[in-house]
């Protein structure tokens, strides 16, 4: 059964990093209360949740898919690229050290797992603002030894390369072809997001169900059309601090 590794919301969340979208008030109960919406929805997606310690001192602690990047034989612990966030990995760290084999990315290096999406042996790493080429060419030292190849790609006018394009299945991702370019994922098949939904590429695939915001129903319905079975979740107070559906869990 895979695990889910989870963190709680913290209180402080309103103080989170924000780079693309305006402050608004963030009410942590709420949010907190959509997580575990977001948790249940793992839970029925097949997961058994581990729920890391709270961390109150880290306003964007819940978001621990950027602390670590999981693959059948190894975990990388990052360096996120916001200062804020380094202090989150060592509690991740402590948890997946019983799943897998852990390598570490170092200064001057920096890596946010939001950045990347991994496609059968390819993984893609959306350089820019923040995970930079040490951060990818030190994931693609840890990763050698087992055969991936590690694909520099580009993202613009969002947070991470996953809020462009995410991986349904196989080789076909749902992209934002606004925010990313289709002819960086040679060999792939694309789904297209609705115009009207731009924050609709964030997908999360747990085995044989698709974790999905109840935000974006237009390009809801095209993934239904193509039989895709939906669990959807309302994250949308975590939206305010710029979190998804990938961002919230790490799937081991
Ligand atoms: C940040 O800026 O780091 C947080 N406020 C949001 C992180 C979302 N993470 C993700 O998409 N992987």
Known sequence: MPVAITRPVSPSIGRCELTHIAREPIDAEHAASQHRQYEMALAEAGCEIFRLPEAPEFPDGVFVEDTAVVFDEIAVMTRPGAESRRGETGSVAAVLGNYRQLAHIQAPGTLDGGDVLTVGRRVFVGVGRRSNASGAGQLQEALQPFGYEVVLVEAHDCLHLKSAVTRLGGTT??????????????????????????????????????????????????????????????????ARAEGAVTCCSLVV
């Open 173 to 238: 991702l749902l992209i934002n072809p606004d925010w990313t370019d289709p002819g960086q994922f040679a060999g792939c098949e694309f789904l297209s997001v609705d115009p009207m939904e731009p924050f609709a590429a964030n997908a999360l695939m747990v085995r044989d169900a698709l974790i999905y915001p109840t935000t974006c129903p237009r390009t809801r319905k095209l993934l239904e059309g193509r039989g895709y079975k939906i669990l959807a979740v309302d994250l949308s107070e975590l």
